[in-house]
Structure formats: structure tokens, C-alpha cells
């Protein structure tokens, strides 16, 4: 039997957005999952400023770091690699993150691992239900994303089935509720809401679900259109909004679309299992009516705890021990940041040789 102690000790950075995570794993056993939130500097602009983000993320890094470590109760030194979100993200605020990845292991002598954000965000299942099936069909749904993915290996194959053609679904929450003065992010209230609501009370439009419209790819614009005329028509008539119903009815659309899709992949795809991943993996109705769907259909579901679903540093560590555990390439000191890295590339490698000068960096007063 293995030793725990031989599986890789990687510690994670993610900066996409407004959340600095550090995470620190060992195999697929979480050590360590800190988060910085700069959510509440965003709320009075109703969304994510990313120069504000940038700067937070300056503010946080160190300390968050500190944090982690002390939680999980290693040394810097212990670790096997340092794996850090490379893209896709907002450029100045992974930037921030890449910059302090590069930074430590390179003081400590250690492989640097860029990963990519969504692939992450399948990954981080690991550190709940165990190893993941191969192939693994993963629905992610966040503030910027709307994706089905079909992996064979997560560490190096990952296909896009589908995707968003223009509004998220987190971003869609976030508007419907500044349209209905919930302040923001708009997931988590709009939730709260829609518990107390009627999902049926109004029928608001499913978006790409006609026989003719993509099988996978999701649209969200026009139904944000559909609820926000449908609130403006109510004010302008004198009459109350049900902010309960229009919530509940709102989110019924959404996760009825994403549901749906979710399953017909799996069954087209052969899949008998279904991940999802991302923020709005955290919404309740969304759980409840997948794991309906997938027990009808005879799928089984995977969904992380909430806390993993948003972005965290555990994810992107998850994703480098990985990287460690099967002998992916590390990647290059002159990695960068790129806020559209395609899912289709789960990490960026470098040269074979490309950590060897790292070992003439001198090991005295070496962070710890």
C-alpha cells in the first residue's frame, strides 16, 4: 500500500478574479484551502473591477500563503511544486498570481506548474469523491463560463462538447438581481430568494432548447432580456414585482437549460456520470433538480461541497499534484499569464530541461 507521505505535497495559487485561494494538497487529501475575498470592494461598482482585484491580490498574496501553510502545517520546503492558474482569467489579476508562483519556486527550488482554470474546476472533485472516471463529463457554470467538457485525462485531454454563446450563467444571476436591486454577486441572494417563490409562476423562455439550436452550447442573453422587460413592464403598469417568483422562475430556466444539456451529453456521450463545477455549482436548485435528472437517467453525479465550488487555490493545487503524480512536464520560468487559455490545454509545459538552473539558486535563507 502507498504511503500517504509519498504522494506529492503541491501547494496552489488562483487569481482569475476577485477570490486570492492558496490551497495546499497532498495527492488528492486537502491540507489546506485559504481564500482572500475582495467581493465586498466590487459590490458598491455591481461587478468585478479588475484593477481593483489586481491590487487586492497584491495585498493578500503573502499573508494568504503564510495562512495556508500554518494551516496545513508544512514547510515551504516540503513541498514537491508549485502550481499556479495561468489563464483563463482577468489578465492583470492572474498576472499577480503567476508572478508570486514564479517567485516561490523558484526561492525554493521547486517545479512550477501553470494550470488552467476550468480544468481546475473538474479537478477539484478529486479532493471530494476520490479519482476521477476516465472519461469524466464535467458541466461548469460560473460568472464567465457555461461549459459541458469531456476529459480522458485531465492532465492532457480536454474536450469542449459545448459552450456559452454570450451571457454566463453566473453573469445572468448577477444582472436579473441588480435589475431587481439584490446587490451583488447575485447567485447566492437570487437563491435565497427563489427558495420562498414559485418556479412555475412565470414562464420565462429556455434558451438554444429547440430542435435546430446546438445540442451543448448555451444562451442566456435573451432570457436576462425576457426577465428584465418582464420586471420594467410590471414598475411602468404601478404594479408590485414578486421578487420571490421572478426569482424562483428565473433560476428554473437556467438550471432547467443546464440540466437538460448536462444529461442528453452524458447519454449521447456514453457517459454513465456527470461533475459539475463552478460558482453556481453551489446554487440548491441546481443540485437538486441534476441529481433528479441523473437519477432518472441512470447517471451518477458528482458535485463538490459549495466551498470548492467557487474558485480556491485547493482546485488548482488538485490540479498540479495531478500534474506531479503523472510526470507532466513543469512549466517554464518565462510562463505568463493568458486570460483565454483554451480548456483544451489543461497546463503549460515547458522544456524538459527548463527547471535544471533552478538547482544554482543558493538554498541558504530560503523562505520557510
Known amino acids: 500500500m502507498t504511503d500517504v507521505r509519498d504522494e506529492p505535497l503541491v501547494l496552489g495559487i488562483e487569481t482569475s478574479c476577485d477570490e486570492t485561494g492558496v490551497g495546499i494538497v497532498r495527492g488528492t487529501t486537502l491540507l489546506a484551502d485559504a481564500v482572500a475575498s475582495s467581493v465586498d470592494e466590487h459590490a458598491r461598482f455591481g461587478g468585478v473591477v479588475p484593477e481593483v482585484a489586481s491590487r487586492a491580490h497584491l495585498e493578500a498574496m503573502v499573508p494568504t500563503i503564510d495562512r495556508a501553510l ?15 492558474t495561468a489563464g483563463p482569467g482577468l489578465a492583470g489579476a492572474l498576472l499577480v498570481g503567476v508572478s508570486a508562483a514564479k517567485a516561490y519556486a523558484y526561492a525554493l527550488g521547486k517545479p512550477l506548474y501553470g494550470v ?41 485531454d480536454v474536450r469542449p462538447l459545448g459552450a456559452t454563446i454570450d451571457d454566463a450563467a453566473g453573469e445572468a444571476f448577477d444582472k436579473i438581481a441588480r435589475v ?4 451583488f ?82 447519454k449521447d456521450e456514453g457517459v454513465d456520470h ?26 451518477r453525479l458528482r458535485v463538490p461541497r459549495p466551498k ?6 485547493a482546485m488548482v493545487a488538485a490540479l498540479g499534484a495531478e500534474m506531479v503524480a503523472r510526470g507532466r512536464p513543469a512549466s517554464s520560468w518565462d510562463l ?33
Open 185 to 266: 454577486p447575485g447567485g447566492p441572494v437570487i437563491d435565497r430568494y427563489a427558495r420562498e417563490g414559485d418556479p412555475e409562476a412565470i414562464a420565462f423562455p429556455r434558451g438554444l432548447t429547440g430542435p435546430r439550436d446546438p445540442a451543448y452550447d448555451f444562451s442566456f442573453s435573451g432570457l436576462k432580456t425576457s426577465v428584465a422587460r418582464w420586471i420594467e413592464a410590471k414598475r411602468a403598469a404601478g404594479e408590485e414585482v414578486p421578487v420571490r417568483d421572478v426569482s424562483a422562475s428565473f433560476q428554473e430556466a437556467v438550471v432547467d437549460v443546464l440540466t437538460r444539456k448536462a444529461v442528453r451529453a452524458c
Open 70 to 84: 500554518k494551516e496545513a502545517g508544512v514547510s515551504a520546503r516540503d513541498l514537491d511544486g508549485i502550481a499556479v
Open 116 to 156: 488552467n482554470h476550468l480544468a481546475s474546476h473538474i479537478c477539484v472533485d478529486q479532493l471530494e469523491h476520490g479519482a476521477l472516471p476516465e472519461p469524466t463529463m464535467a458541466l461548469l457554470v460560473s460568472g464567465g463560463h457555461s461549459s459541458l467538457l469531456l476529459s480522458t485525462d485531465i492532465t492532457s
Open 336 to 368: 505568463s499569464a493568458d486570460s483565454s487559455l483554451p480548456v483544451t490545454d489543461p497546463h503549460v509545459p515547458g522544456t524538459e530541461h527548463s527547471h535544471d538552473h533552478v538547482h544554482e539558486v543558493s538554498k541558504e535563507n530560503l523562505y520557510s
Open 180 to 183: 431587481l436591486n439584490l446587490g
Open 308 to 313: 470548492l465550488c467557487t474558485d480556491n487555490g
Open 274 to 299: 456527470l461533475m459539475i463545477g463552478g460558482g453556481v455549482a453551489a446554487n440548491s436548485r441546481l443540485r437538486a433538480l441534476a441529481q433528479e435528472r441523473c437519477e432518472t437517467a441512470g447517471i
